[in-house]
């Protein structure tokens, strides 16, 4: 069963940057599309970035292109999220997800997560962007 846990969450004002950290336990994720997913009060779950076996295979969304940098260091088994420039409607929980090997592409599990047939959750963190 694969885990992953968030770590990076937090408040920061308007302009700020925050670095998000998603790591799993016991199971490499060397291979898994990885991905960066949010939800703020009401609207649903959307997903941010995603990112392949390498850091050329990515995705945004139009939101936070040019803000949000998504990469993976196989060695720390971790994938990041770095955010700059964040704004007040960037304010969400966080989930880190993972898709096994050759399940999804990576621009599919970003955009149309509920059609992937095997995905991993991690708990959430909190990102809060005010002055």
């Known amino acids: 069963q694969l885990q992953l846990v968030e770590s990076g969450g937090g408040t920061v004002q308007p302009g700020g940057s925050l670095r998000l950290s998603c790591t799993a336990s016991?199971?490499?994720?060397?291979?898994?599309?990885m991905g960066w997913f949010r939800q703020a009060p009401g609207p649903e779950r959307e997903g941010v970035s995603c990112?392949?076996?390498?850091?050329?295979?990515?995705y945004y969304d139009d939101s936070v292109k040019g803000r949000f940098t998504i990469s993976r260091d196989l060695a720390e088994n971790t994938v990041f999220l770095q955010m700059d420039s964040l704004q007040a409607e960037d304010t969400a929980i966080y989930y880190c997800?993972?898709?096994?090997?050759?399940?999804?592409?990576?621009?599919?599990?970003?955009?149309?997560?509920?059609?992937?047939?095997?995905?991993?959750w991690g708990q959430g963190t909190q990102v809060t962007v005010s002055s």
């Open positions: 997800a993972a898709v096994p090997p050759r399940i999804s592409s990576v621009r599919a599990m970003c955009t149309s997560p509920e059609f992937v047939e095997l995905i991993y």
């Open positions: 990112i392949g076996s390498s850091d050329a295979n990515t």
């Open positions: 016991r199971v490499t994720l060397d291979g898994y599309t």
